[in-house]
């Protein structure tokens, strides 16, 4: 199901969820242990074409996300799109940041793991000051703000829209980043298609101290009307669970869909035709 | 070397020269600006600053969030309101906190209103040729203890007034406010106050009158209204919710 190369953060983080994956530790030395973390382009050189405004290739879509009474939790399905193609179906679109944050992506799926790779230079940088105090989920809504804002000034965007959501010090966090650094925070989120399909059913549904099995249903509920309704959404989603203690993904699973209606079953019955 | 040399220089004193270089546009559909709405107002008194703003986030015809802050306060004394695109917004506040800072420390207190105002501008300015799309009202007290408001563009063409509004529903809230504040020409004998006559519950009552009409016929301006008054005791918050449609 995972991408064969094992990331150094997937191991760490994912591992306190109790996954049956191996736990092997694998220490990896490279570049990434050399310093703080360094911008995406480099300079603009003579004779090298410069990048500007993209347009996304494979695309995740809409990633959820809710606060409940032990943390919070963010979902998103494993589909990564080429356009109207569902070309990848075990797309991982939400990566434990540290052990008590969590970032979702709808979008470039490859802008996404550009993220994580910085994220993770990032935590490494702050962890090695060894100073009792490491960077918490508002830490790094900030500072993927301020990331994804450069990156809009210089009209050269990130094309995702991130959710980041945490628990550090009993306080939970979830917010929201787009490509052009417009960032909020709130009790429920949603991204892309989530906006217009799943925040209404959060708005009518929603309550403070809802339990796990409260917020995992709410957010079932909601993906399922998005599978049914967004053509880029397939039935194959992750619940990741995110408490000051660790953050906990699951296997991807699918939801209980109806497709029995007669409508379906002999989609011609009532059409017009010669023949 | 020579050519290695000569790529050196021209990235140092004329790094545009890079830009010679094949450069691909895709298409036109990526916009690095949008305006995520909302409306600002103040109210200059004798001796009080009344600053309004709705809490409503939106983006195209969704409501992003319905309870976010578009009211930063930069100094003791002065409080800036500003709505368009959030993400500007919320830069132009740092930029201007870093500043003020900076200031603090060279001048052992806090910047006037007045000094702050022309700082924003200069701001604004600095980016005229890609602005921040903000359209900001500033409010607070002036060196004599009385109520000051200035009023912006995007670019930074500033003026002060008396009371001022911006923002997705400055047009329906202006006329309002003209109606009950405006005071007469400068050039009346005998000379009279530009601050408003108001006391200061009256303004925040007219306000709150103004946020609640506007709520009906604007889609970005509603689900509640952030009031912060200054006066020589210091600085109040009140909220009001309005109408969530």
């Known amino acids: 199901m995972?991408?064969?190369?094992?990331?150094?953060s997937q191991m760490r983080w994912e591992c306190h969820g109790g996954q049956e994956e191996s736990k092997q530790e694998q220490i990896y030395v490279g570049r990434s242990l050399m310093g703080p973390p360094t911008p995406f382009t480099l300079m603009p050189m003579p004779g090298v074409p410069i990048t500007h405004t993209q347009q996304p290739y494979v695309t995740g879509t809409s990633v959820l996300g809710l606060i409940y009474e032990g943390g919070v939790l963010i979902a998103a399905d494993t589909a990564g799109s080429y356009g109207s193609t569902t070309r990848f179906k075990s797309v991982e679109r939400m990566k434990a940041v540290s052990n008590n944050t969590l970032l979702g992506a709808s979008g470039e799926i490859s802008d996404f793991q550009a993220i994580t790779q910085l994220l993770d230079r990032l935590i490494v940088a702050d962890a090695m000051w060894d100073d009792g105090n490491d960077l918490g989920p508002l830490d790094i809504h900030n500072?993927?703000?301020?990331?994804?804002?450069?990156?809009r000034n210089?009209?050269?965007?990130l094309w995702n829209t991130l959710i980041l959501g945490g628990v550090k010090n009993g306080v939970k966090h979830l917010g929201s980043v787009s490509m052009i650094g417009v960032h909020y925070v709130d009790n429920h989120i949603a991204t892309g298609f989530g906006i217009h399909l799943a925040q209404p059913i959060f708005r009518e549904e929603w309550k403070e101290n809802m339990t796990l099995e409260e917020g995992?249903?709410?957010?079932?509920k909601a993906l399922l009307v998005l599978f049914y309704r967004d053509r880029s959404a397939i039935n194959k989603i992750q619940v990741a669970n995110v408490t000051e203690d660790g953050v906990h993904i699951s296997q991807p699973y699918a939801l209980k869909s109806e497709w029995n209606l007669e409508a379906f079953k002999n989609p011609t019955a009532s059409a017009a035709g010669s023949w | 070397m020579r050519s290695w040399k000569l790529a050196k220089m021209s990235m140092v004193f004329a790094p545009r020269l890079a830009e010679s270089a094949p450069t691909s546009h895709v298409g036109a559909s990526w916009s690095p600006y949008d305006n995520n709405g909302g409306t600002c107002v103040a109210i200059a008194g004798a001796d009080y600053c009344v600053i309004a703003a709705d809490t409503r986030?939106?983006?195209?015809f969704s409501i992003l969030t319905r309870d976010y802050s578009k009211i930063?306060?930069?100094?003791?004394?002065?409080?800036?309101?500003?709505?368009?695109?959030?993400a500007d917004v919320r830069s132009l506040q740092?930029?201007?906190?870093?500043?003020?800072q900076i200031y603090q420390h060279q001048h052992s207190k806090q910047m006037s209103c007045p000094a702050m105002a022309q700082l924003l501008s200069n701001t604004l300015y600095y980016k005229r040729f890609f602005p921040y799309y903000s359209f900001n009202v500033l409010g607070g007290l002036d060196n004599e203890g009385k109520g000051c408001v200035y009023t912006y563009d995007a670019v930074g063409s500033y003026e002060r007034s008396g009371y001022s509004s911006q923002g997705s529903g400055q047009t329906l809230i202006m006329p309002v406010l003209d109606n009950q504040l405006k005071s007469a020409s400068p050039l009346v004998l005998p000379p009279r106050e530009s601050s408003t006559p108001l006391t200061e519950s009256e303004a925040v009552d007219l306000i709150k009158d103004t946020f609640a009409s506007a709520a009906e016929r604007d889609?970005?301006?509603?689900?509640?209204?952030?009031?912060?008054i200054i006066n020589k005791e210091g600085i109040r918050r009140e909220t009001m919710a309005l109408k969530r449609d």
């Open chain 1, 2 to 8: 995972h991408h064969p190369q094992v990331l150094r």
């Open chain 1, 154 to 157: 210089k009209f050269d965007p």
């Open chain 2, 94 to 100: 740092k930029n201007l906190d870093a500043r003020h």
């Open chain 2, 57 to 60: 986030m939106s983006t195209g």
């Open chain 2, 72 to 86: 930063h306060h930069i100094t003791e004394k002065c409080v800036l309101a500003s709505s368009g695109f959030q």
């Open chain 1, 143 to 151: 500072y993927l703000t301020r990331v994804m804002y450069n990156r």
């Open chain 1, 216 to 220: 995992t249903r709410l957010l079932e």
């Open chain 2, 219 to 228: 889609i970005y301006t509603g689900d509640g209204v952030e009031i912060v």
